[in-house]
């Protein structure tokens, strides 16, 4: 009349690699989706910060709009570069602030 515990155990019991598939398939989905393009638009992001120049016009995540006069290696100002914003007016940016190159200039040959 009633099942044993034991009985009921058996009955829905299936193989633990089944158990883990629907986890599996969670992980892969969001690494297709989510995970791998972002890991690719950080990568453009680095290369077009890597390949600035003098004479690039920018504009940074805080929105000013400048030109590029400088980009700064020092032991001190790695990862900087100066921008003109205004005629006489220039800043010191940090690089990986940059979130568009509107106009690229030439590489001179």
Same mark, same amino acid.
Not at 93 to 109: F, G, I, M, S, Y
């Given at each position: 009349?009633?099942?044993? %515990? *034991?009985?009921?155990?058996?009955?829905? $019991?299936? !193989?633990? +690699?089944? !158990?883990? @598939? %629907? /986890? +599996?398939?969670?992980? *892969?989905?969001?690494?297709?989706? /989510?995970? #791998? %393009?972002?890991?690719?638009?950080?990568?453009?992001?680095?290369?077009?910060?890597?390949?600035?120049? #003098? $004479?690039?016009?920018?504009?940074?995540?805080? $929105?000013? @709009? $400048?030109?590029v006069t400088k980009v700064l290696d020092?032991?001190? =100002?790695?990862?900087? +570069?100066?921008?003109?914003?205004?005629?006489? @007016? &220039?800043?010191?940016v940090v690089q990986a602030t940059v979130?568009? @190159? /509107?106009? &690229? =200039?030439? %590489?001179?040959?």
């Amino acid at each position: 009349m009633f099942a044993t %515990p *034991a009985y009921a155990q058996a009955a829905g $019991g299936g !193989s633990a +690699i089944a !158990s883990f @598939v %629907p /986890l +599996i398939l969670i992980f *892969a989905i969001m690494y297709f989706l /989510l995970i #791998r %393009p972002q890991q690719k638009k950080m990568k453009e992001h680095q290369n077009m910060v890597n390949a600035l120049r #003098r $004479g690039d016009q920018i504009v940074t995540q805080g $929105g000013i @709009v $400048g030109k590029v006069t400088k980009v700064l290696d020092g032991a001190d =100002t790695t990862g900087q +570069i100066e921008v003109e914003i205004a005629e006489g @007016v &220039k800043v010191r940016v940090v690089q990986a602030t940059v979130a568009q @190159v /509107l106009n &690229k =200039t030439e %590489p001179t040959k």
